[in-house]
């Protein structure tokens, strides 16, 4: 990973690659020592909001009042900082690259919640095993 990577408000995120090196620096380094969904927002040009939103000890699987919860602030910072604008999540956890069947649940509820709440999830990614992994409609 290059740790000179960095992301700045306004920076454009413009395509496919420039999302999964954000989902990288977002991570943090990708050997998670507990379950964490970050969270950030893209404005209605692709430009980064500079707010980023870590949920730290998450459990493995989404629980319905979480995801209730975290679409609420989704529509929220949307609504009040990016109208047309879209999310991208990031799940940083502990064990090996293999996506999991609860990877598929958050990747899922994350992206029903979202679709709930007319909010775009622009990407959603599994971090773990020095990998970052990007997880699509499909996968849910």
Do not use: C, H, K, Y
């Amino acid at each position: 990973m290059d740790t000179t990577l960095t992301f700045r408000p306004g920076d454009l995120v413009a395509d496919d690659a420039a999302l999964l090196e954000l989902a990288r620096f977002l991570a943090d380094g990708t050997f998670a020592r507990r379950r964490t969904l970050t969270v950030t927002w893209l404005d209605a040009d692709d430009r980064l909001l500079g707010v980023a939103l870590p949920l730290e000890d998450v459990p493995a699987r989404p629980d319905p009042e979480i995801l209730a919860g975290l679409s609420a602030v989704l529509r929220s910072v949307v609504d009040d900082e990016a109208p047309g604008g879209s999310a991208v999540a990031v799940l940083d956890r502990p064990g090996d690259a293999t996506v999991t069947a609860d990877d598929r649940a958050w990747n899922r509820g994350l992206r029903e919640q979202a679709a709930a709440q007319d909010v775009r999830l622009r990407g959603f990614f599994v971090a773990a095993g020095g990998q970052v992994r990007p997880l699509t409609l499909d996968d849910a």
